[in-house]
Every structure is written in C-alpha cells, then in structure tokens.
C-alpha cells in the first residue's frame, strides 16, 4: 500500500471515530505532499462542511474537480456543500453535471430533487426523485421526498401510499411513521394518524414533535388551550420549522382567532417561499380577514409553484363570484386541461369542477356551470361510495323520529334541573346558506356583543353525555335520569368556552347551524338560551347547498339528499316551534334583505340589546369570517342571491320533487 493511500485508510477512520480535527491535519498533510492527491481534496471538503467552515470545503471540492473532472461523485458532494450554504442554485448547477456525468446516479437524482423543492420548482422535484425510486425502489427516504413534495403539492392520496411504501420497508423508522400520520390527518383520517403518532413515539418516546402531532390529532382541532400550548412548545425548540408554523396556524383556525393562524402562515411563507400549501392556507385566512388583494397574491403564487393545486383554484373561484377576481384565460386552460388528461387524483378533480362551476355561473353561463357542479358532486358521491360514508336517509329520520318523541310537551313541562339561567349565547342555526352568516355579523357588530362562530360545543358536550354517563345509551336518551350536576357542569363548561370569544361582551352568537338538531339539549343546559331560526326560499337553499363545496357533508352530495335531508330539518323545527314558540325567532332571509333597517331593529331587540347604528355596517366589522359567505357579507345587503335557483329552474326538478314529498304543501 502507497503512503498516500495509507494516509487516506489513517483519515477515514479518524471520521468514522469522530476525530474530525485528526483527520483534517492528516488530510492537509497528505494534500501538501501529493497536491494531486483527488480524494484527499475531496475528503478535506466533506471534513470542513461538518466543521461547519463550507467556503473553505467548497475551495477544496473544486481543487478535486480541477484534477478529475468528469467525477460525478466530485460534482454531487459540492453540490451538497452548497445546498448546506443555503445556496440551491450552485447546488442544482452542480447535482445536474453529476447526471451528465452518470445519468443513473441516485444520490444525484435525490439530492437534485431536493434541491429543486427548497426552490420551489416542485414538478422537477418529482420528476427527478420518481426516477431515483425507477433505479432504486428499495431505498426508504426516496419514498419520504417524494410524498413530501407531493404533500407539498397537495397530492395527498399518492403521497400517502409512498409513506406506507417507507413504513413497509423501514418499519422502525419513527419519522415515517410520523410522516404518514401528519398525511393521515390533513386526508381527515384522524383515528389511523393518531395510531402512526403513537407508533413513532413508542421509537423515540422524547421526541418535541411527534408528540405534538400525536396531541393536536387526539384532540380533533378542538378548541383546547393545551393544543396551543403543546404548538408553541414546539415552536420554541424548532423556532424555524415549517410544519409546525402551519400547525400553529391550524390550531388557532379551529378557535376561531384567525389573525393569529394568519400570522403563523406568513410566517411559515417566509422560512419557505416556495411552499405552495403555506401560501394558500395563508391566503384563505386573509379572506377570512377581508384582505382579498394579499390573498389575490399569495394565491397566484400558490399555483405558479404547484400548477395542478385544485384547492388554490377554488379559493380563487371563491373570488371570483364576488367580483374580486377574474381568472386568466391560461389558468382556465390549465383547469380544463388537468381534467380533460385525466390525471388528476378524484378528490382533486371534484375540487376544480366547483371552480369551474363557480366561474361559468358569474359569467351567466348557466347550463355549463351546472353540468360542471354536477359533475363535481358525482365525484365526491364516487369517493362516499368507496369510503363507505354516503348520506343514510332511513338512519337519519330514524334519529328524527327519536327527537321528536323524546323531547315532546311534557318533558319541557318538567325538565330535567340543573340548567343554568345565563342570556350569553345566542344560537343562530338553520340550514346552510339560509343568510346566518349575514345575521350573525348585523349582531356581532353591536358593541355589546361577539360572535365565536360556528363552535362544535354542543355536539361534542351530547358527545361526552353519552360516553361519560350513560355509554350505553345514544342521544337523546343518555338524558333520561341525568342529574342536576351533570346539567349544570355541562351548561358551565359550554359558558366558559363561549366566554373566551368576547370577554366583555353580554351576549355572544354560536353559528353552528346543526345545533337545530339538539336544541331540547341546548334548552336543558341553557333554559334562557335565544335561538334565531334563519329561513330561506327552500330552492335558493337547496341550489346553494348543491353548488357549495361543503366536502364531507355527504347529503350534499345530490339534489335528492339535499330535499330529503332539507324536509327533515323542516319537520324537527316546526316540532320546537310547537313545544317551546316563544323563545325561537323566525328570521326570514328575503325579508331581511327587503328591509334591511327595520328587520335588524327588530333583531337586535329580540336579542336583547338597544339599538346601535352599527348594526346596519355590518360589513365594515374588520372581525375575521369563516364561513362560506365570508366574502359576500363584507358588502353592503344586495338582492342579487335571491330567486337566484330560476337561472337553473330545468335541472331542479329531482330537488323539487325531493323536497315536496307526499305531506308537504307544493314549492311555488
């Protein structure tokens, strides 16, 4: 063996002993004696990057690639220099000659990959690690960069099955298991991504992170101060991580404080500019906030980065009904073109026929633009049936029929005691698209009062009724032979999260609109509750309901789901208006937006409040908005949604006939 090469034998195995500053003496010694000497320059490189001195790496990288410079092993480890320096330009530069060199260099193809995603050029990203996994499909982490550049890309369902991939051939590996649980959960898979968090903290039990994920999965994006305080836990060891900027952002959406998820998405913009997920969850919290022109921006670079992101079209499409935005005719073909190529993932596809359908109804293009929210709601039908998650008709007038008979006349003779006399909460419910999101913003902007939004409170409380006291019984009837305690605990705790979204308000609105289903529940905790009932012309609700993308709402889904599930709503609330009429208001839509003034007058004085001007500038409430009208009700009232279902009178017939049955009065 030549002294040279016995040098080289002494450094490698100072590195694999940790002696970095051995092996680089010996490193400088060798190239000082044979300045020819290729893989010690090489080897000197790799030393100083880990040291952390990248210029000097980079100067002795080259000198190896000025003595052999057709190595593509030489080119790849410089471009790892660079992309360590943050420089993914030279990185990319120095990955591709390496492929010039060696087409079927792996390291080269996955570090290329990489590199192209940290700058943004995502499709390249996958072109490139698609062909690593082509040479070697055996290698783990090249499943893992691609599913997160899918993730990225918002291809969720093929990003989730490279994870299984990983997980299959690395079960032992904590981080894919994580991975797969971060990709469960954003698929709303919440009972599979807590298993794969569990699992990956059973591997490395101190992990920040993972336990994080595991805590902000059991808890559903409940409005729970320990997901904040687990979130900025984390924040505070990896201050600069992406993922958990955009979990932040989550976690306060789901409280309904949605200045504070904006802050942390433009946060997460800016540590990763070419993270299109990052900037159209930051552009849909600043529709939420008013802020269209911000949101305008951010979007447009969301599908400059990710061409095919359909959730980024349809937050455009939003705007574009309002008015605040026009689509260029590239985008519409690029649109058309993803759907006619068939390659895009079901999901997504249902996603972009909304925008579709969204665009050609502003432009009056009716037929067309039903045929494509047709088409979409087919889609989401396809996927229902292939999840098992269709709407169930007999099921729910089973349930109907169950409330009904329970909470009849007498038991609101004698209700069950313990229920607490507060006039906070105000519960604004109806159908979807009934003009709730226009009363509770006329209310909220009295200065006396605040809205929460639509909390899911009163659904998780019958929730926990059933689990907790009577495991055996379903709602209703876990409230037969409650005690007085348990009522009184339940309305408490319900009270002390609704305090917490207007501190010095009196009176606070809940906008759950499914709340019409438990109000004997909610009359039982809160016996001095106000319930405004927002009605509409059943066809515009219907129609809207249709043309809304409301995702896992399966009666939705079709116009005969959307009639069946309408008339049962219809029978339940003219049951309440039987057993307890004077503390429902009936607030019709149409009238509203007739006589705007006196029918908020009359609104407010049924909430108990005295009149504010205010009221009638609604729209000038800077107050983030969640709902499907958050864009609409930063307006002033305007008449053009109502009788809005003539334009697509020819295809509402199924709805009609749905609607009416055979013991309802006709629709004119």
Same mark, same amino acid.
């Given at each position: 063996?030549?002294?040279?090469?016995?040098?080289?034998?002494?450094?490698?195995?100072?590195?694999?002993?940790?002696?970095?500053?051995?092996?680089?003496?010996?490193?400088?010694?060798?190239?000082?004696?044979?300045?020819?000497?290729?893989?010690?320059?090489?080897?000197?490189?790799?030393?100083?990057?880990?040291?952390?001195?990248?210029?000097?790496?980079?100067?002795?990288?080259?000198?190896?690639?000025?003595?052999?410079?057709?190595?593509?092993?030489?080119?790849?480890?410089?471009?790892?220099?660079?992309?360590?320096?943050?420089?993914? #330009?030279? +990185? %990319?530069?120095?990955? /591709?000659?390496? $492929?010039?060199?060696? !087409?079927?260099? @792996?390291? &080269? *193809?996955?570090?290329?990959?990489?590199?192209?995603?940290?700058?943004?050029?995502?499709?390249?990203?996958?072109?490139?690690?698609?062909?690593?996994?082509?040479?070697?499909?055996?290698?783990?982490?090249?499943?893992?960069?691609?599913?997160?550049?899918?993730?990225?890309?918002?291809?969720?369902?093929?990003?989730?099955?490279?994870?299984?991939?990983?997980?299959?051939?690395?079960?032992?590996?904590?981080?894919?298991?994580?991975?797969?649980?971060?990709?469960?959960?954003?698929?709303?898979?919440?009972?599979?991504?807590?298993?794969?968090?569990?699992?990956?903290?059973?591997?490395?039990?101190?992990?920040?992170?993972?336990?994080?994920?595991?805590?902000?999965?059991?808890?559903?994006?409940?409005?729970? #101060?320990? +997901? %904040?305080?687990?979130? /900025?836990?984390? $924040?505070?060891?990896? !201050?600069?991580? @992406?993922? &958990? *900027?955009?979990?932040?952002?989550?976690?306060?959406?789901?409280?309904?404080?949605?200045?504070?998820?904006?802050?942390?998405?433009?946060?997460?913009?800016?540590?990763?500019?070419?993270?299109?997920?990052?900037?159209?969850?930051?552009?849909?919290?600043?529709?939420?906030?008013?802020?269209?022109?911000?949101?305008?921006?951010?979007?447009?670079?969301?599908?400059?980065?990710?061409?095919?992101?359909?959730?980024?079209?349809?937050?455009?499409?939003?705007?574009?009904?309002?008015?605040?935005?026009?689509?260029?005719?590239?985008?519409?073909?690029?649109?058309?073109?993803?759907?006619?190529?068939?390659?895009?993932?079901?999901?997504?596809?249902?996603?972009?026929?909304?925008?579709?359908?969204?665009?050609?109804?502003?432009?009056?293009?009716?037929?067309?633009?039903?045929?494509?929210?047709?088409?979409?709601?087919?889609?989401?039908?396809?996927?229902?049936?292939?999840?098992?998650?269709?709407?169930?008709?007999?099921?729910?007038?089973?349930?109907?029929?169950?409330?009904?008979?329970?909470?009849?006349?007498?038991?609101?003779?004698?209700?069950?005691?313990?229920?607490?006399?507060?006039?906070?909460?105000?519960?604004?419910?109806?159908?979807?698209?009934?003009?709730?999101?226009?009363?509770?913003?006329?209310?909220?902007?009295?200065?006396?009062?605040?809205?929460?939004?639509?909390?899911?409170?009163?659904?998780?409380?019958?929730?926990?009724?059933?689990?907790?006291?009577?495991?055996?019984?379903?709602?209703?009837?876990?409230?037969?032979?409650?005690?007085?305690?348990?009522?009184?605990?339940?309305?408490?705790?319900?009270?002390?999260?609704?305090?917490?979204?207007?501190?010095?308000?009196?009176?606070?609105?809940?906008?759950?609109?499914?709340?019409?289903?438990?109000?004997?529940?909610?009359?039982?905790?809160?016996?001095?509750?106000?319930?405004?009932?927002?009605?509409?012309?059943?066809?515009?609700?219907?129609?809207?309901?249709?043309?809304?993308?409301?995702?896992?709402?399966?009666?939705?889904?079709?116009?005969?789901?959307?009639?069946?599930?309408?008339?049962?709503?219809?029978?339940?609330?003219?049951?309440?208006?039987?057993?307890?009429?004077?503390?429902?208001?009936?607030?019709?839509?149409?009238?509203?937006?007739?006589?705007?003034?006196?029918?908020?007058?009359?609104?407010?004085?049924?909430?108990?409040?005295?009149?504010?001007?205010?009221?009638?500038?609604?729209?000038?409430?800077?107050?983030?908005?969640?709902?499907?009208?958050?864009?609409?009700?930063?307006?002033?009232?305007?008449?053009?949604?109502?009788?809005?279902?003539?334009?697509?009178?020819?295809?509402?017939?199924?709805?009609?006939?749905?609607?009416?049955?055979?013991?309802?009065?006709?629709?004119?």
């Amino acid at each position: 063996m030549t002294l040279p090469n016995k040098a080289l034998l002494e450094v490698r195995r100072d590195i694999d002993a940790g002696r970095l500053d051995a092996a680089e003496e010996n490193c400088r010694h060798i190239v000082q004696s044979v300045p020819q000497q290729s893989e010690a320059w090489n080897l000197l490189g790799w030393i100083q990057c880990q040291q952390g001195n990248l210029s000097e790496a980079i100067d002795a990288i080259r000198k190896a690639i000025a003595i052999h410079p057709d190595d593509a092993e030489l080119h790849r480890n410089l471009g790892y220099v660079h992309a360590a320096n943050v420089d993914f #330009e030279s +990185a %990319i530069e120095c990955y /591709r000659h390496a $492929l010039t060199l060696n !087409p079927e260099d @792996v390291d &080269a *193809h996955n570090s290329l990959g990489v590199a192209l995603k940290q700058s943004g050029q995502l499709d390249l990203a996958a072109e490139h690690l698609r062909e690593a996994l082509r040479l070697r499909p055996d290698i783990p982490t090249l499943y893992q960069n691609l599913a997160e550049i899918l993730r990225l890309q918002g291809t969720l369902d093929e990003a989730t099955k490279l994870y299984e991939q990983a997980v299959q051939i690395a079960p032992n590996n904590a981080a894919f298991k994580n991975g797969l649980g971060i990709l469960l959960q954003l698929d709303g898979k919440l009972k599979q991504a807590i298993a794969r968090f569990q699992e990956a903290l059973v591997l490395e039990p101190d992990h920040p992170l993972y336990a994080h994920n595991l805590a902000e999965a059991q808890k559903a994006f409940r409005t729970d #101060e320990a +997901a %904040i305080v687990h979130c /900025r836990d984390i $924040l505070r060891s990896m !201050p600069d991580s @992406v993922e &958990a *900027h955009l979990n932040m952002g989550d976690v306060y959406l789901a409280q309904n404080d949605v200045q504070q998820a904006a802050t942390h998405f433009g946060r997460a913009v800016a540590l990763q500019p070419g993270n299109a997920l990052a900037h159209n969850k930051l552009a849909s919290a600043l529709i939420d906030l008013g802020d269209f022109d911000a949101a305008k921006t951010h979007l447009e670079k969301a599908v400059r980065l990710h061409p095919e992101f359909a959730e980024a079209y349809f937050n455009l499409s939003d705007l574009v009904i309002q008015g605040k935005y026009c689509f260029s005719a590239q985008m519409l073909a690029k649109i058309e073109s993803l759907l006619s190529g068939g390659r895009v993932p079901l999901k997504a596809a249902s996603i972009m026929h909304f925008a579709l359908g969204n665009n050609l109804d502003k432009q009056g293009k009716y037929d067309e633009a039903f045929c494509a929210f047709h088409t979409g709601n087919q889609i989401q039908q396809k996927l229902g049936e292939e999840f098992g998650i269709l709407f169930d008709l007999e099921l729910h007038r089973r349930n109907t029929d169950e409330c009904i008979a329970f909470f009849d006349a007498s038991y609101f003779d004698k209700p069950p005691p313990g229920g607490v006399d507060s006039e906070l909460p105000i519960f604004v419910i109806g159908m979807p698209r009934c003009g709730s999101t226009l009363v509770e913003q006329i209310i909220a902007s009295h200065p006396n009062a605040a809205t929460a939004g639509e909390l899911p409170e009163i659904g998780r409380l019958v929730q926990e009724l059933s689990k907790t006291h009577h495991h055996d019984d379903a709602f209703p009837h876990c409230l037969s032979n409650v005690d007085a305690q348990t009522i009184h605990d339940l309305a408490s705790q319900y009270l002390s999260n609704l305090s917490k979204h207007g501190k010095d308000s009196t009176r606070i609105v809940d906008k759950a609109l499914s709340n019409f289903f438990y109000l004997g529940f909610l009359f039982t905790l809160l016996p001095k509750a106000r319930i405004i009932h927002c009605r509409r012309d059943p066809m515009d609700i219907g129609l809207s309901c249709y043309f809304r993308r409301f995702g896992s709402v399966n009666w939705s889904w079709s116009l005969e789901s959307i009639g069946a599930y309408y008339r049962e709503y219809n029978r339940l609330m003219e049951h309440w208006s039987k057993v307890f009429p004077s503390q429902i208001y009936d607030l019709h839509y149409e009238k509203l937006i007739a006589d705007p003034e006196t029918m908020s007058r009359e609104l407010i004085h049924f909430c108990g409040l005295s009149w504010s001007d205010r009221c009638l500038e609604f729209y000038k409430n800077r107050d983030a908005v969640k709902t499907s009208s958050r864009i609409q009700v930063r307006e002033p009232i305007y008449k053009t949604s109502s009788g809005r279902w003539k334009n697509y009178a020819a295809h509402l017939e199924p709805y009609k006939k749905a609607i009416e049955g055979s013991d309802n009065p006709p629709i004119i």
